[in-house]
């Protein structure tokens, strides 16, 4: 009997659990999702045999996986018989896997057909989560508050310094000779005056 393989992948996320817990001095949450993943078709399976649905579970660094349900379905009333592998270990309600591609096998001792496979894993990851951030209050201006007037900046005159007298040259002489040799100029002065007007009245002789 040939078998018709269709394979189908869904993918969802609804929050499953979240706990936090405190590393250090931050605390950290742990946030799960439950992730449903599935097949549908049909095919044979022979005691024994194995079938990969094309179907992968992606392995995420920091991520947790675990399975949370899981199901097969068969044309005959012989599901027990079939078991789901994730990578390279068969699943169980609440058992850890690391990712890898879904798979079923035979266990039985007679054919399975196979028509569906479903799994939901819970996929957990931590989260550091900051503390709340202080801010500073608002303080409002009260409005029946009048603003202080503003100085106007003053005007000072600027301060004209006097000039520095330019010192006369030294000539050496006190003032008391300068005094002497005035007042002799002017005796000497005068007496000539005298002696001029002298000879201009004196008489002519034979007039």
Same mark, same amino acid.
């Given at each position: 009997m040939?078998?018709?393989?269709?394979?189908?992948?869904?993918?969802?996320?609804?929050?499953?659990?979240?706990?936090?817990?405190l590393?250090?001095?931050?605390p950290?949450s742990?946030?799960?999702?439950?992730?449903?993943?599935?097949?549908?078709?049909s095919?044979?399976?022979?005691?024994?045999?194995?079938?990969?649905t094309?179907?992968?579970v992606?392995?995420?660094?920091?991520?947790?996986l675990?399975? %949370?349900?899981h199901? /097969?379905?068969? *044309?005959?009333? +012989? &599901?027990?018989? !079939? $078991?789901?592998w994730?990578? =390279?270990?068969?699943v169980?309600?609440?058992?850890?896997?690391?990712?890898?591609e879904?798979?079923?096998?035979?266990?039985?001792s007679?054919?399975?057909?196979?028509?569906?496979?479903?799994l939901?894993?819970?996929?957990?990851?931590?989260v550091?989560?900051a503390?709340?951030?202080?801010?500073?209050?608002?303080v409002?201006?009260?409005?029946?508050?009048?603003p202080?007037?503003?100085? %106007?900046?003053s005007? /000072?005159?600027? *301060?004209?310094? +006097? &000039?520095?007298? !330019? $010192?006369?040259?030294?000539? =050496?002489?006190?003032?008391?000779?300068?005094?002497?040799?005035?007042?002799?100029?002017?005796?000497?002065?005068?007496?000539?005056?005298?002696?001029?007007?002298?000879?201009?009245?004196?008489?002519?002789?034979?007039?």
């Amino acid at each position: 009997m040939g078998a018709a393989v269709v394979a189908a992948f869904a993918v969802g996320a609804s929050p499953v659990a979240a706990g936090s817990v405190l590393v250090g001095s931050v605390p950290v949450s742990t946030q799960c999702a439950t992730v449903p993943y599935g097949w549908a078709g049909s095919t044979t399976l022979s005691p024994g045999k194995s079938f990969s649905t094309g179907v992968v579970v992606p392995s995420e660094v920091g991520v947790q996986l675990a399975v %949370a349900a899981h199901d /097969v379905s068969t *044309v005959e009333p +012989a &599901p027990g018989a !079939v $078991a789901i592998w994730i990578g =390279g270990g068969a699943v169980a309600d609440g058992l850890p896997v690391s990712g890898g591609e879904i798979a079923v096998i035979n266990g039985g001792s007679s054919k399975v057909m196979l028509t569906r496979v479903e799994l939901s894993l819970a996929r957990c990851y931590q989260v550091s989560s900051a503390g709340p951030v202080a801010v500073a209050p608002v303080v409002e201006a009260d409005p029946t508050t009048v603003p202080a007037p503003v100085a %106007a900046p003053s005007t /000072v005159a600027p *301060v004209h310094a +006097a &000039p520095t007298g !330019v $010192a006369l040259p030294a000539t =050496g002489r006190s003032s008391d000779s300068v005094l002497l040799l005035g007042v002799t100029s002017t005796l000497l002065g005068g007496a000539l005056v005298v002696a001029a007007r002298r000879r201009t009245t004196a008489p002519v002789p034979g007039r």
